[in-house]
């Protein structure tokens, strides 16, 4: 009798662990929030507000060269191909240039010609004035006569005229071959920019005739000089600022980040899929441009504020309870709430202004999720 009575009991307690086991398993469900969280003792720490965006890098102007030729003829020598890197200054292409240095020798040849026709005349001139100061000598004592001394001033004009001639010819030759060495030295094109060659348009043996610009050869690429063009929402703009400091990494190196400061903000707004966004540029690291290529996306940070030495407590501590911000502090064995005023914030941690001091333990609330099958 007694052993079937202590069934009884041992049942009885079992269905009411089982209750109480079907209760806390239905609240759990319910997602209730308990104030008996983790614990959190106040510190004073560092806080840094910042605004995510996306951005692109981009090669800054004058990055990117085209590099033409002036010149018209056969291509006769092409030195780099793409993938090729080039110092500045370095021969590129040269183009055949036979015809333009026959023409300046034949141009010199007629210089050198005409610079012996301008000694003669030269010679010329001297002995004229010598004649002529001679004749009005001899005129002044009547030793010659009026018509000898105009005929020496007739030949002394002509020979004046025929050095300033000659002088003129000369000029206008040393002017052509001048504009034929310009011709000649659009022949050979050198590298305006050290980097690597990232296209090629025209090949040795091809013929390039140049029009009103310059024709196309290959075109060189600083991998050096980039920047990012950071799209920045409309909704933000009024926080960033040229100065900023910006932190941001590629999809190619996840666990590597870059950092830079905005140079400048463009007022022209960029529209995409009906967002309007504007431009805030961000010159790259040299150091940097190892990792980068352009048209990478990028993922940024800017740090739009950040301060050091104040009081922080984990992001979930705070609460926004009845209109205000409210913290819940242990006191003895039991959470207290309390008031406070929240400065910037991170993605960890709040700035608290008022309400808290150093060194409290504040309650982290816990939102129980609820157990997935659990009726709701």
């Known amino acids: 009798m007694m052993n079937k009575k202590m069934r009884y009991i041992a049942a009885a307690i079992a269905v009411i662990v ?47 060269v085209k590099v033409g030729t002036r010149a018209t003829g056969v291509l006769t020598r092409l030195k780099y191909q793409v993938g090729d890197y080039v110092k500045k200054g370095e021969l590129i292409a040269t183009i055949d240039d036979r015809e333009l240095l026959a023409n300046k020798r034949n141009l010199e040849a007629q210089i050198e010609e005409q610079k012996r026709d301008l000694e003669a005349k030269d010679a010329q001139y001297l002995y004229s004035k010598t004649n002529y100061e ?38 206008e030759a040393a002017e052509k071959l001048n504009a034929l060495e310009v011709s000649l030295s659009y022949t050979k094109i050198y590298a305006p920019i050290s980097g690597f060659v990232s296209q090629v348009t025209t090949q040795e043996g091809e013929t390039v005739v140049a029009g009103l610009s ?28 040229p100065g900023m400091k910006v932190e941001y990494w590629v999809d190619a190196y996840r666990d590597k980040r870059f950092s830079g400061t905005i140079s400048l903000i463009y007022p022209q707004p960029e529209i995409k899929e009906n967002i309007v966004y504007y431009l805030a540029i961000l010159k790259i690291d040299p150091k940097d441009t190892a990792f980068l290529k352009p048209e ?37 064995d039991r959470a207290e709430r309390k008031a406070v005023t929240t400065g910037i914030r991170d993605d960890k941690f709040t700035e608290v202004v008022a309400g808290l001091g150093e060194g409290e333990h504040v309650v982290i609330p816990v939102v129980k999720k609820a157990t997935p099958g659990a009726k709701k």
């Open 18 to 64: 089982i209750a109480g086991l079907i209760i806390c398993f239905v609240a759990r469900g319910k997602g209730k929030t308990s104030k008996d969280g983790e614990s959190f003792i106040t510190k004073r720490g560092s806080v840094t507000h910042f605004t995510e965006q996306t951005g692109i890098i981009k090669a800054q102007v004058g990055a990117i």
């Open 134 to 171: 001679r004749e009005e000598r001899l005129l002044e004592k009547e030793f010659t006569t009026k018509d000898t001394v105009d005929k020496a001033k007739r030949e002394l004009d002509v020979a004046v005229a025929q050095v300033a001639l000659g002088k003129a010819k000369v000029k």
């Open 214 to 241: 310059a024709v196309n050869l290959i075109t060189v690429i600083d991998a050096t000089k980039l920047e990012m063009w950071i799209y920045v929402d409309e909704t933000d703009i009024g926080r960033v600022k």
């Open 296 to 332: 990478m996306t990028t993922h940024v940070k800017i740090i739009i504020d950040k301060k050091s030495d104040v009081i922080v407590v984990p992001n979930g501590a705070v609460r926004f309870e009845d209109g205000k911000n409210v913290v819940y502090v242990k006191v003895k």
